[in-house]
Nanobody, 119 residues
Framework: QVQLVESGGRLVQPGESLTLSCVASGQGSIITAMSWYRQAPGNQREHVATAANGPRVTYGDSVKGRFSIARDESKNTALLRMNSLKFEDTAVYFC?????????????WGQGTHVTVSS
C-alpha cells in the first residue's frame, strides 16, 4: 500500500512560479515511477510529468519547457516545478505512483492540490 500526499497548491499570478511536492509512504511496495497529472473543471485528467526509475522523464506537450519534475527515489518524493504559469494551468494537480508489489503493479493516487492562476 502506498499513500501519497501532495502540497504546495495556491493562488498565483500569471508568469509566476510554483513548486508542488508529493511524498509517498507505505510498506511492502517498490515505487517504480511517480507522476503528476492535472484536471481542470470540465476537462479530463491530463498527464503533466512522469519520473520513472532509470531515470526516465516525460512531459505532457502543454507543459514542456515550463515544468520540470524532480524525483528523489531514496525519499520517495516528487517535486513539480512550474514556471511561467498561465491561466490555463489552473487545475487540481494529482500525484500518482506506480508500485511493484510482489508480482503485481498497482497505481496509487493522491487527493490533489489546487493551483489557481489568476490576476
Amino acid at each position: 500500500q502506498v499513500q501519497l500526499v501532495e502540497s504546495g497548491g495556491r493562488l498565483v499570478q500569471p508568469g509566476e512560479s510554483l513548486t508542488l511536492s508529493c511524498v509517498a509512504s507505505g510498506q511492502g511496495s517498490i515505487i517504480t515511477a511517480m507522476s503528476w497529472y492535472r484536471q481542470a473543471p470540465g476537462n479530463q485528467r491530463e498527464h503533466v510529468a512522469t519520473a520513472a526509475n532509470g531515470p526516465r522523464v516525460t512531459y505532457g506537450d502543454s507543459v514542456k519547457g515550463r515544468f520540470s519534475i524532480a524525483r528523489d527515489e531514496s525519499k520517495n518524493t516528487a517535486l513539480l516545478r512550474m514556471n511561467s504559469l498561465k491561466f490555463e494551468d489552473t487545475a487540481v494537480y494529482f500525484c500518482a505512483a506506480q508500485a511493484l508489489e510482489g508480482s503485481y503493479v498497482r497505481d496509487y493516487w493522491g487527493q490533489g492540490t489546487h493551483v489557481t492562476v489568476s490576476s
